[in-house]
Structures are given as structure tokens and as C-alpha cells.
């Protein structure tokens, strides 16, 4: 487990366009060691502005594309090229502008694939997926992600883990079909914390004035199983990267003076 680290910034925009930067250099690092990265990335605004952040950026040529495998954290369960599904929109963002690889973009499942629309045997393909890509060095189901990322709900929700519902609780399993969501569509697809911890590092990315309370509970101690947020760390980086306002309501010593 790591400590979270916190970084803040002076607005959305700024924020999005540092972990665009950090992302790029986090990526180009693990391929210049290992030959290729992994990134599991996220939905949401926050989600989508890092990737639209990231399109506009001209270091993002520094990336070898054909080298990076994508996963998804959670998914909603819906059909194939639905709008409103994560992998839609990331690559209305960014991902059909790059030379991407497709046997290494691992998109999480659609309500009209092989598996029908049964969310769980569908989580329990994408764990199979996962498990496939896992090598011995790895030491466990999962790849060891380079970077995951999260947004962070106003309740504290990360992926598709709500407080209290039984995917957070899920302490086997590494990704779970999610039925009842408290906002829609109420079924989706989710990593596990067990396999959201199997990441070097951990991004949670919050903005907003929404975000602030959420902040708060989640890095004031607070239990996985009340604040799934506070459940999410990576196994040697936990960061926590927030504009200003979602920042609000955090004691100034949990950050540097020097977060921009």
C-alpha cells in the first residue's frame, strides 16, 4: 500500500493538461524499460478531458503507440458503440487519432456481444482477458498496469464501486458485473479493488466544486467500504492530481506549497 500523494491545481483545464504531460512521460518511460506500457484508463469528464488534453498535446508523438496495451476500468453494460459507453467516447477523445494497435486495446464487453447481455459472464470474460495478459512476474490475475486511473465520484465511488453495494466489498474476483448502480444505467462492468491495486501506480483524478466533499471523506481515513476512493491505491504510487475547488475542503498540509 502508498501513501497518497496530492497534487493540486489552479483550475480543470491546467490540471487535465499536467496529467496529460505526466501520462506521456510515465509511458514513455515504461517503454524505453520493459518495450511496451499498459494504462487502464477512465470515463467521465475528468476522464475524457485528460484524453482530450492528451490529443492536443505535441509530446503525445513521443508515444509508441504500436506499444501500449489500453484497459478500461469499468464500463457501462450497453450496446456496442453506444455513446455513453467509456471506450466510445475515449476514442472519440483520442483514440482514433493515434496508431493504436488493436489486439492491444482490451475493451471491456458491449450488452450485444458473445456474452448477451449478461454483465457478469461478460466481467468474467474480461477477468479471462486479463488473466491471459498476466505474466509470471506479475505474480497474481492481473497485469501489473503501469498507470491506472480513476475519477472520483461525489460519493466517493471509483470505477463502478459504490459505497456499500457488494462490488466493493468483492475481495476474489477481479472484475464484477454491477447491478443496481445508484446513477445510470445501473448495470456495468467493473474492476475489483484487488485488481485495481495490482497497478504500479494509482491516478484519482477529481474536479470541481462536486468533488470537494468527496475528497474530504475519502482522504480523511475513511473505509473502502463507505468510500471506495479510499480503497484505491497503487502498489508504489498513490496520486491524487485535483484542480482547485475539488481541493477546497482538504487541510492545506496534505499538500505541498508548491502544487501549482
Known amino acids: 500500500m502508498s501513501?497518497?500523494?496530492?497534487?493540486v491545481h489552479r483550475d480543470k483545464e491546467l490540471m487535465a493538461q499536467a496529467a496529460a504531460a505526466r501520462l506521456i512521460t510515465k509511458i514513455v518511460d515504461a517503454q524505453a524499460a520493459r518495450g511496451h506500457a499498459s494504462v487502464v484508463l477512465t470515463g467521465g469528464r475528468n476522464?475524457?478531458?485528460?484524453?482530450?488534453?492528451?490529443?492536443?498535446?505535441?509530446?503525445?508523438?513521443?508515444?509508441?503507440?504500436?506499444?501500449?496495451?489500453?484497459?478500461?476500468?469499468?464500463?457501462?453494460?450497453?450496446?456496442?458503440?453506444?455513446?455513453?459507453?467509456?471506450?466510445?467516447?475515449?476514442?472519440?477523445?483520442?483514440?482514433?487519432?493515434?496508431?493504436?494497435?488493436?489486439?492491444?486495446?482490451?475493451?471491456?464487453?458491449?450488452?450485444?456481444?458473445?456474452?448477451?447481455?449478461?454483465?457478469?459472464?461478460?466481467?468474467?470474460?474480461?477477468?479471462?482477458?486479463?488473466?491471459?495478459?498476466?505474466g509470471p512476474e506479475d505474480h497474481g490475475p492481473v497485469p501489473t498496469f503501469d498507470v491506472l486511473m480513476l475519477g472520483v465520484g461525489p460519493d466517493t465511488h471509483v470505477a463502478s464501486l459504490f459505497p456499500e453495494l457488494p462490488a466493493v466489498r468483492e475481495t476474489e474476483r477481479t472484475v464484477v458485473g454491477?447491478?443496481?448502480?445508484?446513477?445510470?444505467?445501473?448495470?456495468?462492468?467493473?474492476?475489483?479493488?484487488?485488481?485495481?491495486?495490482?497497478?504500479?501506480?494509482?491516478?484519482?483524478?477529481?474536479?470541481g466544486e462536486d468533488k470537494a466533499e468527496a475528497a474530504e471523506i475519502a482522504l480523511s481515513g475513511a473505509g473502502e467500504i463507505q468510500a471506495p476512493a479510499a480503497g484505491a491505491y497503487g502498489r508504489s504510487r498513490t496520486l491524487w492530481l485535483l484542480d482547485a475547488a475539488a481541493a477546497s475542503r482538504l487541510p492545506r498540509a496534505l499538500y505541498p506549497p508548491a502544487s501549482p
Open 47 to 134: 476522464g475524457n478531458g485528460l484524453l482530450a488534453a492528451l490529443a492536443d498535446a505535441p509530446a503525445r508523438d513521443a508515444i509508441d503507440w504500436s506499444r501500449l496495451d489500453l484497459w478500461w476500468g469499468d464500463e457501462r453494460f450497453l450496446p456496442e458503440g453506444d455513446p455513453e459507453r467509456n471506450v466510445t467516447q475515449a476514442f472519440e477523445a483520442l483514440l482514433a487519432s493515434v496508431p493504436l494497435t488493436p489486439s492491444r486495446v482490451h475493451a471491456m464487453p458491449a450488452s450485444d456481444g458473445p456474452c448477451g447481455n449478461d454483465a457478469d459472464a461478460a466481467a468474467a470474460t474480461y477477468a479471462g482477458e486479463l488473466a491471459a495478459a498476466a
Open 3 to 7: 501513501a497518497p500523494q496530492l497534487v
Open 178 to 207: 454491477v447491478h443496481g448502480a445508484p446513477k445510470p444505467p445501473p448495470t456495468r462492468i467493473s474492476l475489483t479493488l484487488p485488481a485495481i491495486r495490482a497497478a504500479r501506480e494509482v491516478w484519482l483524478l477529481a474536479a
